[in-house]
């Protein structure tokens, strides 16, 4: 199945703050705030929303191809990717603006307060699906993230033209978009997939109901944090997956990057939504057991068996001969 995951692309800058943001907060003084936290470390890493999903996809033996803007500044970051499998042939390499960047502060309660700088991701609007699909022999699904807002109407426009198949992904930039840009993004889509608040705020600016949101995509795919995702399709009934079972938790950044890498790996290898809800989930796990959106590792033992521990033995044999052949 080849798979075209469009997204941002940019480098993260992680630190961790030792303490509450929220008792740093006066409520009748929200209205000017005017806060500096001082940080215990700096981590830079890998990241933006398409590469992590692309990493994810990767590690989990897929050959998944990034499209995305980026920088002169980006050659590192390509050896890494391609070196764990990821195709960066097509993505644009801006000659003006460096490749985006990822502030993030993190709490001791894993709440966070980040930045986004675009950057090169400005000049995403100009990539054309054709042309790559033409270069890999067709696309089966693009894989629509969180990117310049122009670039992500692009993109859903022309695969409802070419008949590419589609996720929608809004993510964050669902704040930057009115009513009839996320109508436009989702219309058609196969498969939408948005965190509880996003569904909610997404639902808020198109009007329409649970039933009604249905009507526009086939299969929607909603995370819940800790009580597991929720998915619902035009002819399947709401149900919901648990999440993974963690030994330990580091950071929460990429964690929904790592759901849908896993999600949709699944989906290529002939799964089912339930499954591959639980391989998403597991995946998300190895994401906020390390710090860093792609410092991770698949050992396709210990995943076939985290599985079974999570799921069962019957989603573990389900799973395993796409991990591990023969």
């Known amino acids: 199945m080849k798979i075209a995951v469009t997204g941002s692309i940019a480098t993260d800058h992680l630190m961790s703050f030792p303490g509450r943001f929220a008792d740093q907060f006066i409520a009748d003084q929200l209205h000017k705030v005017s806060l ?78 980040a930045s986004f700088y675009a950057g090169a991701m400005s000049e995403a609007r100009n990539i054309e699906l054709a042309p790559v699909a033409a270069r890999v022999g067709g696309l089966d699904l693009v894989l629509i993230s969180a990117n310049d807002p122009d670039a992500m ?40 997939l948005t965190n509880e608040y996003e569904k909610s705020l997404l639902q808020s600016k198109v009007g329409l109901t649970d039933d009604q949101l249905l009507e526009r995509v086939k299969i929607r795919v909603t995370t819940l944090g800790k009580d597991g995702v929720e998915i619902a399709g035009r002819d399947i009934a709401p149900f919901r997956v648990p999440i993974a079972r963690e030994t330990h938790i580091a950071e929460p950044t990429g964690v929904g990057d790592g759901f849908r890498a896993g999600f949709f790996a699944a989906i290529s290898w002939g799964l089912g939504l339930e499954r591959a809800a639980q391989v998403g989930s597991l995946l998300a796990t190895l994401v906020l057991e390390t710090v860093g959106t792609q410092e991770y590792e698949v050992r396709p033992d210990l995943f076939v068996k985290r599985l079974a521990e999570s799921y069962g033995d019957e989603a573990a044999e389900d799973v395993r001969p796409h991990l591990i052949p023969g």
């Not at 960066?88 to 966070?112: G, K, L, P």
């Not at 993004?185 to 498969?191: K, S, T, V």
Request: with cysteine; hydrophobic share 40%; aromatic share 8%.
């Open 36 to 113: 500096s936290f001082l940080v215990d470390e700096l981590v830079l890493r890998r990241g933006g929303v398409a590469a992590n999903i692309a990493f994810g996809m990767a590690q989990l033996g897929l050959r998944p191809i990034l499209l995305g803007a980026v920088g002169t500044d980006f050659d590192d970051y390509r050896s890494w990717l391609e070196r764990h499998g990821v195709d960066c042939e097509s993505v644009h390499v801006s000659q003006v603006a460096h490749t985006a960047r990822f502030v993030c502060t993190t709490d001791i309660e894993m709440c966070q307060i």
């Open 153 to 192: 109407l692009r993109h859903s426009e022309e695969c409802r033209q070419r008949g590419y198949p589609f996720a929608a992904d809004p993510s964050q930039q669902l704040a930057r978009m009115d009513g009839a840009d996320v109508m436009s993004l989702i219309d058609g889509a196969d498969y939408l």
